[in-house]
């Protein structure tokens, strides 16, 4: 708005009055960043040099909606950014850049999607300079490819069977949104920082709550770093085990 930009909000790309007003501008280029949706045929023909995404993976891996937090999630050590034409299909048309980054073992989504957008910014102004000069070529996506779908509230209950690291790189790849989360009794517990070690322990069963936060899980112990209770404030584990009298014992399996 500072830029005095157009802004446009249809309700559906498909709109007559939206396309009537997208084609008077006579786009050279289109460029879609985290959008979200498929563009209908008659956007992709309608700039000239094509439609444009900046895709957070390095396709054709984790092609859709949540690419950085299934990365994480499935304990990736690298990812990146793709640029590439647009075609009709998921993320499916030609590759035109790619850069990769390192997935830090403490990182989350947030903290990966910062640095991704950097990275994207920068790979996007290097595609619309080679797409100028004609200095880059169409690469077909080759190899096997996985999907990333959109992530829904309930898929951060933990599952206490799965391994400390799975579980995790789960809690980071789900935070913050949606978050990864448990009960204990009734109560909703957001777990936010967690550290996986080897260890013997019942799934979903409290091994130790006293200087630490222990939970057993299908294989190793999850030490809890930090959480959030149901409608209150982020803490850390000991300040959460000095307001309780938790038990070894406990399990912390649902309602």
């Given at each position: 708005?500072?830029?005095?930009?157009?802004?446009?909000?249809?309700?559906?790309?498909?709109?007559?009055?939206?396309?009537?007003?997208?084609?008077?501008?006579?786009?050279?280029?289109?460029?879609?960043?985290?959008?979200?949706?498929?563009?209908?045929?008659?956007?992709?023909?309608?700039?000239?040099?094509?439609?444009?995404?900046?895709?957070?993976?390095?396709?054709?891996?984790?092609?859709?909606?949540?690419?950085?937090?299934?990365?994480?999630?499935?304990?990736?050590?690298?990812?990146g950014i793709?640029?590439?034409?647009?075609?009709?299909?998921?993320?499916?048309?030609?590759?035109?850049?790619?850069?990769?980054?390192?997935?830090?073992?403490?990182?989350?989504?947030?903290?990966?999607?910062?640095?991704?957008?950097?990275?994207?910014?920068?790979?996007?102004?290097?595609?619309?300079?080679?797409?100028?000069?004609?200095?880059?070529?169409?690469?077909?996506?080759?190899?096997?490819?996985?999907?990333a779908p959109?992530?829904?509230?309930?898929?951060?209950?933990?599952?206490?069977?799965?391994?400390?690291?799975?579980?995790?790189?789960?809690?980071?790849?789900?935070?913050?949104?949606?978050?990864?989360?448990?009960?204990?009794?009734?109560?909703?517990?957001?777990?936010?920082?967690?550290?996986?070690?080897?260890g013997a322990?019942?799934?979903?069963?409290?091994?130790?709550?006293?200087?630490?936060?222990?939970?057993?899980?299908?294989?190793?112990?999850?030490?809890?770093?930090?959480?959030?209770?149901?409608?209150?404030?982020?803490?850390?584990?000991?300040?959460?085990?000095?307001?309780?009298?938790?038990?070894?014992?406990?399990?912390?399996?649902?309602?």
């Amino acid at each position: 708005l500072e830029q005095h930009c157009r802004i446009f909000q249809p309700s559906s790309l498909k709109e007559g009055s939206f396309l009537d007003e997208l084609s008077s501008l006579s786009p050279d280029i289109i460029v879609v960043v985290a959008y979200g949706k498929i563009l209908p045929v008659p956007v992709l023909r309608l700039p000239s040099y094509g439609c444009i995404n900046v895709h957070a993976s390095l396709l054709p891996k984790y092609r859709g909606a949540a690419p950085i937090q299934w990365s994480i999630m499935n304990g990736e050590k690298i990812t990146g950014i793709t640029t590439m034409y647009m075609d009709e299909g998921l993320d499916t048309g030609d590759i035109l850049l790619q850069e990769s980054v390192a997935i830090e073992d403490d990182d989350t989504s947030e903290t990966l999607g910062r640095r991704l957008a950097e990275l994207g910014a920068s790979v996007l102004l290097k595609t619309l300079k080679g797409i100028g000069d004609a200095s880059l070529k169409r690469i077909p996506q080759t190899g096997t490819p996985s999907y990333a779908p959109p992530l829904k509230m309930e898929d951060g209950r933990i599952l206490w069977s799965k391994t400390a690291y799975q579980i995790a790189n789960m809690v980071r790849g789900m935070y913050p949104w949606p978050g990864a989360y448990c009960y204990l009794g009734q109560e909703r517990i957001k777990i936010t920082r967690v550290r996986p070690s080897p260890g013997a322990g019942i799934p979903g069963r409290i091994e130790k709550a006293d200087e630490e936060f222990m939970i057993g899980t299908g294989e190793g112990v999850l030490t809890i770093i930090e959480l959030q209770p149901e409608g209150k404030r982020v803490m850390n584990a000991q300040e959460f085990l000095r307001g309780r009298r938790l038990e070894e014992g406990v399990f912390l399996d649902g309602p």
